[in-house]
C-alpha cells in the first residue's frame, strides 16, 4: 500500500513523495503541474493523499457570530474573522498558519485547488470514506505536522536545529532516506506521506469544518504546543 505527500509550489513546482507502508521510502519527484501529479497517483494507486494547501477559500464561517460562539474555545471578538476554521484552530494551539481568505486566493494556492480538483476526477475523495478503492485525499500543514510528531514547536529551517529536528523525526518514521540529499520542499512532501499513511491507518487528527476544508496531522492536536516542552515521540503512524 502507497501513500503520497504532495508539497506545492506555483514558483518552485510540486515536490511529490511516495512511501510504501508501513514505512519504506520509494521515490520523490519535482513536476509542475496538477496533472502531473495525477499522473503519479494513477501509477502508484495510493491509499491517501496528503496536499499540502487549502481545498479552497474561506467560506465565511469564521464571520457568524453563532457558529463562533460553539467553537471551544470561542475565538474573541473581531478576530480570525477571514480565515478558514481549520486555520483558527491551528492556530489558537499556538502554531503559525497562512490564513485562507474568503476572495484573493494566493497563486500558490490556486494551484493547490487544481491539485484537489484533478485528483478528485481521479477518483479521490475526502477521508475517511474516500472514493475508488476507499482512496482519499486530505490537506496537510508541513509545520502542524512536524510538531506533532514532536510534541512541542520546532525551530524553522532557516536555523540549523530547524532542519535537524525534521529529518530527525522524519527518521523515526520512513526508512531508506538520504536526508542529507533532501531540500526543504521535500522534507515538507514527506512528511505529507507520513500524515496520508496516518489517516489510512486510523491515526491521524483532523481540526476544522468538513464543509469549509480540514487539516489533517500524523497524531491529534495537543491543546497547547509550547518551546522546550518534553518532548512526546509519536510512533507507528
Request: hydrophobic share 35%; with cysteine.
Amino acid at each position: 500500500m502507497y501513500c503520497i505527500g504532495v508539497d506545492v509550489s506555483a514558483r518552485r513546482g510540486h515536490d511529490v513523495a511516495v512511501i510504501r507502508c508501513p514505512g519504506e521510502f520509494v521515490a520523490m519527484f519535482k513536476v509542475h503541474c496538477a496533472r502531473d501529479v495525477a499522473g503519479i497517483c494513477d501509477e502508484y494507486l495510493p491509499a491517501c493523499v496528503a496536499v499540502d494547501s487549502p481545498s479552497g477559500p474561506a467560506t465565511g464561517l469564521m464571520r457568524c457570530d453563532e457558529y463562533r460562539a460553539k467553537l471551544k474555545p470561542p475565538p474573541r471578538r473581531g478576530t480570525y474573522l477571514n480565515c478558514r476554521v481549520c486555520e483558527y484552530e491551528v492556530r489558537r494551539r499556538g502554531l503559525s498558519i497562512y490564513f485562507t481568505p474568503e476572495r484573493g486566493l494566493r497563486k500558490w494556492v490556486l494551484e493547490g485547488v487544481k491539485v484537489f480538483d484533478e485528483l478528485g476526477g481521479h477518483g479521490f475523495g475526502p477521508a475517511p470514506e474516500g472514493r475508488e478503492g476507499g482512496r482519499c485525499i486530505v490537506e496537510y500543514y508541513p509545520y502542524a505536522s512536524f510538531c506533532c510528531l514532536a510534541g512541542e514547536l520546532i525551530a524553522p529551517t532557516t536555523r540549523s536545529e530547524g532542519w535537524t529536528a525534521r529529518k530527525s523525526l522524519l527518521s523515526e518514521h520512513v526508512e531508506g532516506v538520504c536526508f542529507a540529499e533532501l531540500s526543504e520542499d521535500q522534507l515538507d512532501a514527506l512528511v505529507g506521506a507520513v500524515t496520508a499513511r496516518a489517516v489510512v491507518n486510523g491515526k491521524a487528527g483532523c481540526v476544522g469544518d468538513p464543509c469549509e476544508g480540514t487539516i489533517w496531522t500524523p497524531v491529534p492536536l495537543l491543546d497547547r504546543y509550547t518551546r522546550g516542552r518534553r518532548r512526546v515521540t509519536n510512533r507507528g503512524s
